[in-house]
């Protein structure tokens, strides 16, 4: 009997063992740094500060252009490293970046150049991960619609516009649509252990704008089957935020209009009268054996702007609050996935 125990014990001893080395986890910041981070004072110094602080595995940034012929994504890594972080990353024509602290071994510009999406594939301890980074088309905004708002002039309107079909006509004028097409197919070719998409879609989800909240948020009975996230779904991708947190009505996650306090409030809204809120920053997925959302995290101010007033959020969402200057009108969207 004694001898039967201690194997017990042995075997157990393995299977932890074993177990702990298999489990590891994987970090994903998806970031839009308005404007190259020129807009908020020392803002690209807070952008870094943000990295450190948070500490993500990889860095997805929207609007992160090379200002002046100034290359970016140099800048970023030079300033990283000063503070004792180490990223790989390399240049792009576009206004998206990556950042990894895992070796790249691929990085293409395969999409078309209106479309400013990236394909970075990464080696993540012996794992090929293929990572998206988008910023997609900004005109046509039609979830301003039901607010009242014109999605191209972003002027305000006699009246909002609540037929669903007029609205999701409007959002099809955009090129965000073609975009998305564009990397489904694309990511359709990749041989890998796991795929990403990340960015700032500038349009809302379907999983958000539902029977449940068609009276919240301004959006005024409207129930929209907004374009990039049902073709996403229906080519197999997930919505992280969507797969932690189902319940768009406790948890909004909403990252835009973000509030700022080192910026006055007119310079943070587009619809001045309405509740604009709207989660539009994303990072998404194809689900793979082995693979699953850990965490999900709003990276930002816990306030929002709603009519021109800065408000507290008071929903469930997790937040990651920053301890010094926010560099942007957006707030971020942190996922961590297990492996």
Not at 79 to 84: E, N, T
Not at 175 to 197: G, M, P, Y
Not at 268 to 276: C, F, H, K, S, V
Request: with cysteine; proline share 5%.
């Amino acid at each position: 009997m004694k001898q039967f125990i201690i194997w017990i014990g042995l075997i157990a001893l393995l299977c932890t063992s074993c177990t702990s080395k298999q489990q590891h986890e994987l970090s994903v910041l998806h970031l839009n740094i308005w404007m190259d981070a020129t807009v908020v004072d020392h803002g690209f110094d807070a952008v870094v500060d943000e990295i450190v602080r948070v500490d993500p595995d990889i860095v997805m940034f929207s609007e992160a252009g090379n200002r002046d012929g100034v290359l970016i994504v140099p800048r970023f890594i030079e300033a990283l490293q000063k503070k004792g972080k180490n990223y790989f990353g390399e240049s792009s024509s576009l206004d998206v970046a990556l950042l990894s602290k895992y070796p790249i071994l691929e990085q293409t510009e395969n999409i078309p150049h209106k479309d400013r999406t990236i394909r970075t594939r990464l080696d993540v301890k012996g794992k090929q991960v293929v990572v998206y980074t988008g910023h997609l088309d900004y005109t046509h905004y039609a979830c301003y619609l039901p607010r009242g708002y014109n999605g191209v002039t972003w002027k305000k309107m006699d009246a909002p516009v609540t037929d669903v079909t007029e609205i999701e006509k409007a959002n099809n004028e955009s090129l965000r649509d073609e975009s998305i097409r564009l990397v489904i197919e694309d990511a359709k070719k990749q041989q890998a252990d796991f795929i990403i998409l990340g960015g700032d879609f500038n349009e809302p989800s379907h999983l958000d704008w539902t029977e449940e909240t068609k009276e919240m948020w301004d959006h005024n009975g409207t129930v929209v089957h907004w374009d990039c996230s049902t073709l996403l779904y229906e080519a197999g991708f997930r919505d992280a935020y969507r797969t932690k947190y189902p319940n768009p009505v406790t948890h909004p996650g909403f990252t835009f209009p973000s509030d700022n306090p080192a910026m006055p409030v007119e310079k943070l809204t587009w619809a001045p009268d309405a509740d604009e809120r709207d989660r539009i920053d994303f990072i998404y997925y194809i689900p793979a054996e082995g693979w699953k959302v850990n965490d999900a995290v709003v990276v930002g101010p816990k306030s929002s702007i709603v009519r021109s007033q800065r408000v507290e959020e008071d929903s469930q969402d997790l937040f990651s609050t920053p301890t010094g200057t926010w560099p942007t009108d957006h707030k971020g969207v942190l996922i961590t996935f297990g492996f």
